[in-house]
T-cell receptor, first 114, second 114 residues
Framework: AQSVTQLDSHVSVSEGTPVLLRCNYS??????LFWYVQHPNKGLQLLLK??????LVKGINGFEAEFKKSETSFHLTKPSAHMSDAAEYFC????????????FGAGTRLFVKA | KAGVTQTPRYLIKTRGQQVTLSCSPI?????VSWYQQTPGQGLQFLFE???????NKGNFPGRFSGRQFSNSRSEMNVSTLELGDSALYLC?????????????FGPGTRLTVL
């Protein structure tokens, strides 16, 4: 069975400090992995994706993520948080199980303190 | 290029009624997926269409159905509405059915069932 676990429901950081949002997945198939961000009352926006090329993936707004197959992880990081990063972040797995299945993590709410 | 559009943006219905939501994908995109987002269950996959055919379906009752037209526009229908169907319904489009394709999300339709 395929699953996605976001290890923290809430993360709080101070502006200018690093951000780490953790994601573990379980899949019997080779997955494509994505991180999306959802600002309040806004749609989902793609931050970055892993599709079996480079394991370190760079995305928009300074975010990056590293695919670690041995740890089945795809953690999202950013060196320095900005107030505008406050939002909900979703880790997503997409696998072909005879038809594509897209599984969202429960989400991590990021708070950024001034 | 225009993004994914969803109509209507807000809907209020009563229990037992039915509702139809519409999604227009980005021009050139042939795959459309639907998701339900609720505070309790998070984002859950409903179904995915490609070339007017349903390619995959999530774990929702048969009251939830959809279709895709030859111009790739899609509709989803919920019959015999229940209070628990109150949610944000998101549509996403992608170029094709490859797992690595980015899904672009619309702003959603907020359905309230009274």
């Amino acid at each position: 069975a395929q699953s996605v676990t976001q290890l923290d429901s809430h993360v709080s950081v101070s502006e200018g400090t690093p951000v780490l949002l953790r994601c573990n997945y379980s899949s019997s198939y080779s997955p494509s992995l994505f991180w999306y961000v959802q600002h309040p009352n806004k749609g989902l926006q793609l931050l970055l994706k892993y599709t079996s090329a480079a394991t370190l993936v760079k995305g928009i707004n300074g975010f990056e993520a590293e695919f670690k197959k041995s740890e089945t992880s795809f953690h999202l990081t950013k060196p320095s948080a900005h107030m505008s990063d406050a939002a909900e972040y979703f880790c997503v797995v997409r696998v072909n199980t005879g038809g594509f299945k897209t599984i969202f993590g429960a989400g991590t709410r990021l708070f950024v303190k001034a | 290029k225009a993004g994914v559009t969803q109509t209507p943006r807000y809907l209020i219905k009563t229990r037992g009624q039915q509702v139809t939501l519409s999604c227009s994908p980005i021009s050139g995109h042939r795959s459309v997926s639907w998701y339900q987002q609720t505070p309790g269950q998070g984002l859950q996959f409903l179904f995915e269409y490609f070339s007017e055919t349903q390619r995959n379906k999530g774990n929702f009752p048969g009251r939830f159905s959809g279709r895709q037209f030859s111009n790739s526009r899609s509709e989803m229908n919920v019959s015999t509405l229940e209070l628990g169907d109150s949610a944000l319904y998101l549509c996403a489009s992608s170029l094709s059915l490859r797992g690595s394709d980015t899904q672009y999300f619309g702003p959603g339709t907020r359905l309230t069932v009274l």
